[in-house]
């Protein structure tokens, strides 16, 4: 049966009994599918296939990303619970039930990940001669070391603070790490307790010996408390960790919003504590103490079994060598669209000329389209004005030393920049003076709004008026980022996109109220309006018996309103694909909701990243690509910019990426109605396949250039050859008719 005939059969069914779509049970809580995302990290740990250092790279992800979920996720439903305010999201878990069941979670991956590093990790490290031990563990030359270099490098910073009169229980900074010590005065027997901080700021976390091993920072402290504490008995001590509120708000009627920014960051430290992770085997009075004195219960507390901050793990990862431990390495390669064979240079402006153009991070290199982009608009004598924005960025990156360049030469370059970003503020606010500096003009955003869009605009003279290069893109300006981050970028000179582009940046820096977009979609104003038509023009025309399908590729699906329309979707008959890669609050498979919807999630050795929004209806192709997931922050109170993406091929590759990631079968996991399964079978894996083809569109690329310079060398031998004398010049000459050693020689040089 066609489709036009299963929607005529449908239509003549008799109607099926409303669903109420604002039932929680069709809600999964934001939270908890963040936990699940997290867990799904901590899987490819676990992993045998995985390489060794990669699976403890993946120890170290797993344990910084639950701090930052601590810090500012679940500090703002302690928030919530404190305040009295009671709200629900659409799965209507209340924020203190939410709490409870994140604890929950947390505890069991918690035993999880000390299991398996303890009992799988770390003895598989040692096999292949990277011991790391505890101090019991090592020989009495390794010893000696342990205590000489504790003597020289370790006893010099080290403070110990006692509680006791007049010495109140000290504070404890964020995410450091801690000795709790249990002491007794042995001659007035009195007892008392203590905190030594571990210095893992200025000492490295693991103390490298000559053999090979590698102790734990706490364990070697451990080891020399007498040296702290002399004439002290020490009856026990363990570990412990602190992690405390690290998000803030800054009131958009502040006069200077840069420092009031830098003052809420001093604040930061000093935030509720919300996490507390002690060694498994701590003492009940040392964990009672520990409890009353930083003002939590026992719900904020997490029992951890041997080693606690595992992100520093890292250190280890980037020991040199050991390349077998690790997956093979992966060199970015340049856009084939952009070499220059004359130059030998990449030439992105002369690209973007011929037609639009996509780049596909960390498969294509960022370094040859993107920085190459702004260092050749600076270069260019030609370009009037540079516009950027600017969420997070790296050190090493050149775009934002290029527009202080830029702005040194005369050109008029405009850099917003969001001081907002969370825990890159003060990258941020350093880029943000230096820019100033240069006599660059820097806008840091709208007010109850941050700027999260991703755009680059170059203005060129060309002839008697300008012409506007734009790049849009789903990912930030951040090279190092761009090396790990799976993200598309659009490359165009369309005139309407690059006047819509014009006009969001003099709206983000002017007075001006929000314009009216000619081809892009534009948060908060008209994004979700926009996607929900789509869905529904989709919709109407499966009724009307077209092909249709809807795909979508996006970190974070949470959004109510628009889970709804695929709900609705999906119960219309549509087929829909989602590749999601961190939350999702939709849930699939649910018999009646949303059986025709499958959501697929890929976490492997490149991050997803990109935002991708495709309708197919019929012979009509929509796609579009940008900064924007589908949350409400995104939606509401960020502005965010979606670009249609409209030539055929760059469409058509999009929808290759969008289905080699729902075909994953070796880092993928499928949402069913009872949660996530990873699939088996090994196949098809889009990292791979991704990577590979990049490799044979560059060598490609490659063979045609060596093919156009051998056409070129002959081409160029041909015009050079001399031209014969005359026979009786030749004669004359003495030589044979027929015969000259010049044409001869000149000859045996062509190809």
């Known amino acids: 049966m066609n489709v036009k005939s299963q929607a005529e059969a449908l239509a003549g069914q008799p109607a099926v009994e409303a669903v109420d779509l604002r039932d929680p049970r069709f809600y999964d809580n934001r939270e908890l599918s963040w936990i699940d995302f997290n867990g799904r990290v901590l899987e490819l740990a676990e992993d045998e296939a995985t390489p060794l250092l990669e699976r403890v790279k993946f120890l170290a992800i797993y344990t910084s990303n639950l701090d930052e979920f601590f810090m500012v996720r679940v500090a703002g439903l302690h928030d919530q619970v404190d305040a009295g305010i009671d709200a629900r999201g659409p799965d209507g878990l209340s924020p203190a039930e939410t709490i409870e069941r994140i604890t929950e979670r947390v505890r069991k991956l918690a035993l999880r990940k000390s299991r398996h590093w303890e009992e799988v990790v770390r003895p598989a490290l040692a096999e292949r001669g990277i011991r790391i031990v505890d101090c019991d563990g090592c020989s009495t030359g390794e010893l000696d070391q342990i205590d000489r270099v504790f003597s020289e490098q370790i006893f010099p910073v080290l403070t110990p603070l006692a509680v006791g009169p007049g010495r109140p229980f000290p504070y404890i900074s964020n995410l450091s790490l801690s000795l709790a010590v249990w002491l007794r005065d042995p001659v007035s027997g009195s007892e008392t307790f203590a905190r030594v901080k571990v210095p893992k700021e200025v000492v490295p976390r693991f103390l490298r010996l000559d053999g090979g091993a590698f102790v734990p920072l706490e364990a070697v402290i451990a080891r020399h408390l007498g040296e702290l504490f002399p004439g002290m008995e020490i009856l026990r001590h363990d570990y412990f960790r602190v992690t405390r509120d690290a998000d803030f708000t800054v009131s958009d009627e502040a006069d200077d919003l840069l420092q009031a920014v830098e003052d809420e960051l001093r604040r930061r430290r000093f935030g509720e504590v919300v996490r507390l992770e002690v060694g498994s085997s701590m003492d009940p009075e040392l964990r009672r103490l520990l409890i009353e004195s930083l003002a939590i219960d026992e719900l904020q507390v997490i029992d951890v079994d041997g080693l606690l901050d595992m ?323 995104n939606l509401d109170t960020r502005v965010e910019l979606l670009a249609p993406v409209e030539a055929p091929e760059l469409r058509a590759e999009l929808e290759d990426t969008l289905r080699r990631c729902l075909a994953d079968d070796t880092f993928a996991w499928e949402l069913g109605e009872d949660g996530w399964t990873r699939r088996g079978g090994g196949r098809r894996s889009a990292h791979r396949e991704l990577t590979e083809r990049a490799v044979e569109r560059a060598a490609a690329a490659d063979a045609a250039s060596l093919e156009r310079a051998a056409s070129l060398a002959a081409s160029t031998a041909a015009h050079a050859r001399p031209t014969p004398p005359p026979a009786s010049e030749t004669r004359a000459s003495g030589a044979p008719a027929g015969v000259d050693g010049g044409t001869r020689a000149s000859s045996s040089q062509s190809p």
């Not at 856009?335 to 030998?344: I, K, R, W, Y």
């Not at 600017?390 to 040194?408: F, G, M, Q």
């Open 311 to 633: 992100t520093d793990l890292w250190e280890i990862h980037d020991l040199e060598g050991h390349r077998g431990l690790r997956d093979e390495p992966w060199t970015p390669v340049s856009q084939p669209a952009f070499s220059d064979p004359d130059e030998g240079r990449p030439d992105v402006l002369a690209a973007m000329r011929g037609g639009d153009l996509l780049v596909h991070h960390p498969y294509d290199s960022f370094a040859t389209s993107i920085e190459r982009f702004v260092q050749q608009a600076v270069a260019d004598p030609d370009v009037l004005a540079i516009k950027m924005t600017v969420y997070r960025t790296s050190d090493d990156s050149a775009l934002v030393p290029s527009l202080i360049e830029a702005a040194e030469r005369g050109k008029q370059a405009v850099c917003l920049v969001e001081l907002k970003a969370r825990f890159d503020e003060r990258t941020n606010i350093g880029w943000a003076r230096a820019l100033e500096e240069s006599g660059a003009h820097v806008v840091h955003g709208l007010p109850g709004l941050k700027t999260h869009a991703k755009a680059l605009l170059v203005v060129r003279r060309e002839g008697r008026g300008v012409r506007h290069y734009v790049h849009i893109g789903t990912g930030n300006y951040h090279a190092k980022t761009a090396r790990l981050y799976e993200d598309f970028g659009l490359l165009t000179c369309d005139g309407e996109m690059a006047a819509d582009v014009a006009d969001l940046f003099n709206s983000l820096t002017g007075a001006a109220r929000s314009p009216s977009y000619r081809k892009v979609i534009v948060a908060p104003e008209h994004m979700r309006d926009r996607l929900l038509e789509e869905i529904q023009r989709t919709v109407e025309a499966h009724r009307t018996g077209e092909e249709v399908w809807i795909g979508m590729k996006m970190n974070s699906l949470v959004d109510a309103r628009c889970i709804r329309a695929l709900y609705e979707a999906s119960q219309a008959g549509v087929r829909i694909d989602l590749n999601v890669r961190g939350i999702s609050c939709l849930r699939a498979g649910v018999a009646g909701v949303s059986e025709n919807i499958r959501v697929v999630s890929v976490v492997g050795r490149f991050l997803e990243h990109s935002r991708i929004y495709a309708f197919h209806r019929g012979e009509e192709r929509r796609y579009y690509l940008g900064s924007a997931d589908l949350m409400p922050r």
